[in-house]
């Protein structure tokens, strides 16, 4: 009973703006084109669903963050780790990393598109160079906190490189990798949503700027209700994965 | 100095090598030369063009981000204090924090036009997001025992708010904010390719356009500068206003 009571106070909002919309756009007290009447939405979204058009779009968004945010975490985690115990690498590449991670990078899409080409491969590498900073960063200071005393502790008692790093290192930084991780994540979504917006013919960025360029107002929320979508679930999934990796500290993640 | 050396040596080897590549002809034409970026800036500059896009720019950014700043700071704490706004934008905002705000640029576009105000719109729905989130977070780590403190000693509403909610609140606040500077320059750059005839974002695009890939790069470069020293005047300002609260951690020893 309390359960139910809790979701409710916590998802009322949505059907109820959902009311006001349809409301509103009975009474005509907003632009048709603006904001279409949602059940239009609801019809295009299904619609493009079972003809397979969003699925199709969703699975080239998908594949491109996805991709992009794996190798980011492959490369950044590696980076983070070699920052963290060698003096030598950390100088080298400290200020790429600190120094770089302010500057809005975007606006090197369009160097990415003509040295990658317009379609997949350039999203894939953008969502990388996007996603690296903040799980190169994340893992550096995971890695970076690890209490001296817990490696010495390790190592008196006889364990070698790899059993420390094993056993102790990468336990300990494992929280502070996946906070970096899950910043990483929604930003992967976005960014690859915004460069197929600037220019693409497939994904869900394409999806939304197409329907608008032909006039389906209807057709750009369902595209953004399509994202939405897909951003939720990811996060659940993450939230999931994370506490099933780093069971002995597990969090109730928020919903954001 | 070694140190320092090192530090420089990565980006300072990147120019030379991008140079020398350039100059014998080993790279495609749209990557330009870190010399002929340097032109196209001093003509550019000379010509008042930079100035005029820079402008723009700037006033786009520094609008948004201000206006969705204060909203987001505004309706964060309101919902941190109470419970019912917290369920009201709960599910909605977690709903669509994911979702690029750019995705609603179209839909902008079609509702205020090409000018300033449709850029100035999405950079402010941008900052709300994570400023608001941030906000949230910060005003429920106020701890109550120091709340209960100020009340017992005879502090009202007001003089609770001022001098404890918001002073314990800021350096959470501070970081919902440095995201959403982020996000400010990431959304009105798209917005500026996508749908622009002024504005740094437009210079670049126009520039790719008529094949003057050394404008095209100098204002990818002047873009990123500014991103760049907000971020640092964000910290500055940062320091200055957690003052008291930065000594003792290592960030205050500096």
């Given at each position: ?109 369009p160097v990415f598109a003509f040295v990658f080409g317009f379609g997949t491969p ?83 960025g394409f999806y939304i700027t197409n329907a608008a360029v032909s006039f389906k ?40 | ?254």
């Amino acid at each position: 009973m309390a359960a139910a009571r809790r979701l409710i106070a916590r998802w009322y909002s949505v059907p109820l703006l959902l009311a006001l919309w349809q409301a509103a756009s009975l009474a005509g007290l907003v632009s048709p084109r603006l904001l279409p009447d949602p059940r239009l939405v609801a019809q295009t979204f299904w619609a493009d669903l079972m003809n397979g058009t969003l699925v199709h779009h969703a699975e080239f968004s998908i594949m491109r963050a996805l991709l992009g945010y794996a190798a980011a975490t492959v490369v950044g985690t590696a980076i983070g780790l070699v920052m963290a115990r060698s003096r030598l690498a950390r100088d080298f590449v400290e200020p790429v990393f600190f120094f770089g991670y302010p500057i809005p990078k975007i606006a090197l899409f369009p160097v990415f598109a003509f040295v990658f080409g317009f379609g997949t491969p350039s999203k894939i590498a953008f969502v990388f160079l996007e996603c690296l900073y903040p799980i190169a960063i994340a893992t550096y200071f995971g890695f970076a906190q690890v209490p001296e005393r817990h490696i010495w502790a390790a190592q008196s008692m006889g364990a070698g490189r790899s059993t420390v790093l094993w056993r102790v290192m990468i336990p300990a930084a494992l929280p502070a990798i996946f906070s970096g991780l899950r910043i990483a994540l929604p930003i992967a979504i976005v960014v690859v949503i915004i460069t197929e917006m600037i220019g693409d013919t497939t994904g869900l960025g394409f999806y939304i700027t197409n329907a608008a360029v032909s006039f389906k107002y209807p057709g750009v929320y369902a595209g953004i209700a399509a994202v939405a979508i897909l951003g939720f679930a990811f996060d659940r999934a993450f939230a999931l994965l994370r506490n099933r990796v780093i069971h002995w500290e597990r969090q109730h993640l928020a919903l954001y | 100095m070694s140190r320092f050396l090192r530090h420089v040596a990565l980006p300072v080897a990147t120019l030379i090598l991008w140079e020398l590549l350039g100059r014998t002809g080993h790279l495609p034409d749209f990557l330009s030369t870190p010399s002929g970026i340097g032109a196209a800036l001093a003509e550019i500059a000379a010509s008042g063009e930079l100035a005029r896009h820079l402008g723009i720019s700037l006033l786009r950014a520094v609008s948004g981000f201000a206006i969705g700043a204060a909203a987001g700071v505004l309706f964060g704490l309101a919902a941190g204090i109470s419970a019912p706004v917290r369920n009201f934008f709960d599910a909605p905002v977690s709903l669509l924090y994911p979702v690029p705000k750019i995705a609603f640029y179209p839909i902008i576009l079609l509702w205020l036009g090409l000018g300033d105000l449709s850029k100035i719109v999405v950079v402010a729905v941008s900052v709300w997001f994570p400023v608001f989130i941030a906000a949230i977070e910060a005003s429920r780590a106020v701890q109550l025992q120091l709340v209960w403190a100020a009340q017992s000693m005879g502090a009202g509403r007001g003089i609770v708010f001022r001098r404890v909610v918001l002073p314990a609140a800021l350096p959470q606040l501070f970081a919902g904010l440095r995201v959403g500077l982020a996000l400010a320059f990431v959304s009105l750059f798209a917005a500026e390719l996508i749908g622009a005839n002024t504005g740094l974002g437009y210079l670049v695009a126009d520039g790719e356009q008529n094949l003057r890939f050394d404008i095209m790069f100098a204002g990818i470069v002047v873009f990123g500068v500014i991103g760049f020293l907000a971020d640092r005047l964000l910290l500055v300002v940062r320091r200055r206003m957690l003052r008291g609260q930065l000594i003792g951690t290592a960030e205050g020893a500096f």
